[in-house]
């Protein structure tokens, strides 16, 4: 029983580390709020001062900027739908008794575990690479001219690289809900007759729903800042055909320079999190309701 | 319309043979209970009957139609289920809707159906909640409902009333009686409680192990049992068995009493012993009673009795209510 007496005791307690965390949070935000007011370039040192929204409006009116925005959104959307999907297959396949399920499952999980810059050149050399990669090889091996994958279809090519990454993730979660589906509700929907089809709509859909979205949320934070992916294999081109917003600020600020116009990059990057995560918080309230 | 007939069922799970071969005629509009203590495949056996299980061998006959292979919404049997398994995220009108959807029934017809199901089990005021809003004994009424709009050929109860508790249980028991006399149709119960079986069965099926020891009316049960087993099994509290001297001098190798069919003396009588506890329960008590040959017996006397811990008691057998058994304790 927590007495008022022991709350207080226990807010005490807890104060530092809250203090901590939400100075380790606060700083690095007020200097960027404080950089993105200033002109600020590491090319021309001391000549710092205070320019208003100059910043703000160059970041904005950078046509570079609407392209990042379109590719960072399809970036995301491309790589939840298919690691929603492909997760869901994957899990109801995994649900079904195999021989040697451990270590298909194990196996299934294994991306999940490769840091993104080894993922990432794995793909880029060994995969999508025009002259060595294996679907070169199996293009020649049937008479069809070998694609230059990250120079003909960058954003595709990284969306596929990055859902290979998430989808054990995504199905690792589903198939754990999946697992908790009461199988007397399976037989009951067997008595009453319903298809294979009529099963997964009507009953597995709906089961899943919560663990979907919480797949949906947990995966927009991280792919809302994919950049190690970018950076190894296409570095945000060719052009802007592949730069997200990450990459933009991180160009800003570490191939021009110009910390002021990154910050205010940054800044807009975190105004936009903010706003998806208001709309991914309402959709999971109303699934959790 | 309902009749169900098993021919050498047999089922095995890997090597372990949960059914050994079982032979049953269940006739139209009777409601039959699969008795037995747990793991005696009962369930198994029901499963057997909606197809939820395949055969190993064996025929099942519905309705003189074969169905051994046909899949379970092909058989025209309703289930309910211990966990109700009702669906969590519809209203209890789609839980109850569901399987007329899926026949592709039309919207009006569906309504029609729910608001007359609703209607019978009084449950057309909570149609728009969710199964997670509802006590016990209304999802216990929804699954029942969810049953009853398909209007089957039978209907099959798996251990239905184990999770309610004991006052909702007897309610349900009553409702479930009602709702057979008033349908008419063939019901299968399964349950582990014999007081369940006692009162809803026209027939008892008592299992064990996977076979079938006695098939009969309760009465029948109650009054001769087949063999040891049967005779323990029906009957509250347990039939009380008497080995040794006792049930030689009746040329068996051990006697059964039932502890209502023990008349008590202070005085004299057949058996004598001390009390142990003695359960006042007003409209009956209770005796434990040690016997001086060292075995523990329980009679039963109508009323109050003034018999308390510790006493000296004498019990005596009523004439032609002895059952006697042999040495594989079948019925002699």
């Known amino acids: 029983m927590a007495t008022r007496h022991q709350n207080t005791l226990a807010r005490l307690m807890v104060a530092p580390s809250v203090l901590l965390l939400l100075a380790w949070m606060i700083v690095p935000l007020g200097m960027t709020l404080w950089f993105s007011f200033q002109s600020y370039n590491l090319l021309s040192p001391g000549m710092e001062r205070f320019i208003g929204w100059t910043n703000y409006q160059y970041f904005l009116s950078d046509p570079a900027f609407w392209t990042a925005m379109a590719n960072t959104l399809l970036l995301v959307g491309g790589v939840l739908v298919i690691t929603v999907g492909g997760g869901i297959l994957l899990a109801l396949l995994l649900d079904?008794?195999?021989?040697?399920?451990?270590?298909?499952?194990?196996?299934?999980?294994?991306?999940?575990?490769?840091?993104?810059?080894?993922?990432?050149?794995?793909?880029?050399?060994?995969?999508?690479?025009?002259?060595?990669g294996l679907f070169a090889w199996i293009a020649k091996a049937m008479g069809a001219q070998p694609i230059d994958f990250l120079a003909q279809?960058?954003?595709?090519?990284?969306?596929?690289?990055?859902?290979?990454?998430w989808l054990p993730f995504a199905t690792l979660i589903l198939l754990t809900a999946l697992q908790s589906l009461d199988s007397e509700q399976m037989e009951a929907a067997e008595m009453d007759g319903a298809g294979a089809?009529?099963?997964?709509?009507?009953?597995?859909?709906?089961?899943?729903?919560?663990?979907?979205?919480?797949?949906?949320?947990?995966?927009?934070?991280?792919?809302?800042?994919?950049?190690?992916?970018?950076?190894?294999?296409?570095?945000?081109?060719?052009?802007y055909q592949s730069t997200n917003l990450t990459y933009?600020?991180?160009?800003?600020?570490?191939?021009?320079f110009d910390v002021g116009g990154a910050s205010a990059g940054g800044i807009i990057a975190v105004i936009l999190a903010n706003i998806v995560a208001i709309f991914l918080?309402?959709?999971?309230?109303?699934?959790?309701? | 319309?309902?009749?169900?007939?098993?021919?050498?069922?047999?089922?095995?799970?890997?090597?372990?043979?949960?059914?050994?071969?079982?032979?049953?005629?269940?006739?139209?509009?009777?409601?039959?209970?699969?008795?037995?203590?747990?793991?005696?495949?009962?369930?198994?056996?029901?499963?057997?009957?909606?197809?939820?299980?395949?055969?190993?061998?064996?025929?099942?006959?519905?309705?003189?139609?074969?169905?051994?292979?046909?899949?379970?919404?092909?058989?025209?049997?309703?289930?309910?289920?211990?966990?109700?398994?009702?669906?969590?995220?519809?209203?209890?009108?789609?839980?109850i809707a569901f399987p007329l959807k899926m026949a592709g029934m039309a919207a009006e017809?569906?309504?029609?159906?729910?608001?007359?199901?609703?209607?019978?089990?009084?449950?057309?005021?909570?149609?728009?909640?969710?199964?997670?809003?509802?006590?016990?004994?209304?999802?216990?009424?929804?699954?029942?409902?969810?049953?009853?709009?398909?209007?089957?050929?039978a209907f099959l109860f798996d251990e239905p009333l184990s999770n309610l508790d004991a006052a909702l249980r007897v309610n349900m028991r009553v409702e479930i009686s009602e709702l057979h006399k008033k349908l008419a149709t063939t019901m299968v119960y399964v349950t582990h409680d014999q007081v369940e079986a006692m009162t809803m069965a026209d027939k008892i099926v008592v299992l064990r192990a996977g076979h079938i020891e006695q098939v009969g009316s309760p009465l029948e049960?109650?009054?001769?049992?087949?063999?040891?087993?049967?005779?323990?099994?029906?009957?509250?509290?347990?039939?009380?068995?008497?080995?040794?001297?006792?049930?030689?001098?009746?040329?068996?190798?051990?006697?059964?009493?039932?502890?209502?069919?023990?008349?008590?003396?202070?005085?004299?009588?057949?058996?004598?012993?001390?009390?142990?506890?003695?359960?006042?329960?007003?409209?009956?008590?209770?005796?434990?009673?040690?016997?001086?040959?060292?075995?523990?017996?329980?009679?039963?006397?109508a009323g109050e009795v003034p018999v308390h811990h510790g006493d000296r008691i004498h019990l005596t057998p009523q004439e032609g209510r002895v059952y006697r058994f042999d040495q594989q304790g079948l019925a002699l």
């Open chain 2, 109 to 153: 017809e569906q309504e029609r159906r729910v608001q007359h199901a609703a209607g019978i089990l009084n449950l057309t005021d909570y149609l728009d909640r969710r199964p997670g809003q509802l006590s016990g004994g209304q999802r216990q009424r929804v699954a029942i409902g969810r049953a009853i709009v398909r209007e089957p050929s």
């Open chain 1, 96 to 132: 079904q008794p195999m021989f040697g399920q451990g270590i298909v499952r194990i196996l299934v999980i294994a991306p999940f575990f490769i840091m993104p810059t080894v993922s990432a050149l794995v793909w880029k050399n060994m995969f999508m690479n025009p002259v060595n």
């Open chain 2, 221 to 301: 049960l109650y009054r001769s049992p087949r063999n040891r087993f049967v005779a323990g099994f029906i009957g509250s509290p347990n039939m009380n068995f008497l080995e040794g001297a006792a049930a030689a001098g009746l040329g068996a190798h051990a006697i059964g009493v039932r502890p209502e069919h023990f008349a008590m003396s202070t005085t004299e009588g057949a058996f004598s012993g001390t009390v142990g506890v003695a359960e006042h329960l007003g409209s009956d008590t209770f005796l434990h009673v040690d016997l001086d040959d060292g075995t523990h017996v329980v009679a039963r006397a």
């Open chain 1, 281 to 289: 918080m309402r959709m999971i309230g109303k699934t959790l309701e």
């Open chain 1, 153 to 165: 279809y960058p954003l595709m090519s990284i969306i596929l690289i990055v859902s290979w990454q």
């Open chain 2, 1 to 95: 319309m309902g009749s169900i007939t098993l021919e050498q069922v047999r089922k095995n799970f890997g090597d372990v043979e949960v059914i050994p071969g079982v032979d049953l005629e269940i006739n139209d509009g009777e409601f039959v209970v699969f008795v037995g203590p747990s793991g005696c495949g009962k369930s198994t056996l029901l499963r057997l009957i909606a197809g939820l299980e395949d055969v190993t061998s064996g025929r099942i006959v519905i309705d003189g139609q074969d169905m051994t292979q046909a899949a379970p919404a092909r058989r025209k049997l309703a289930m309910v289920f211990q966990s109700y398994a009702l669906y969590p995220h519809m209203s209890v009108r789609k839980n």
């Open chain 1, 197 to 239: 089809l009529s099963k997964f709509i009507h009953l597995v859909l709906p089961h899943l729903s919560r663990a979907i979205t919480v797949v949906i949320l947990i995966e927009t934070i991280f792919l809302l800042s994919v950049f190690a992916e970018i950076l190894v294999t296409t570095n945000g081109g060719p052009g």
């Open chain 1, 248 to 256: 933009l600020v991180y160009s800003q600020a570490l191939l021009q």
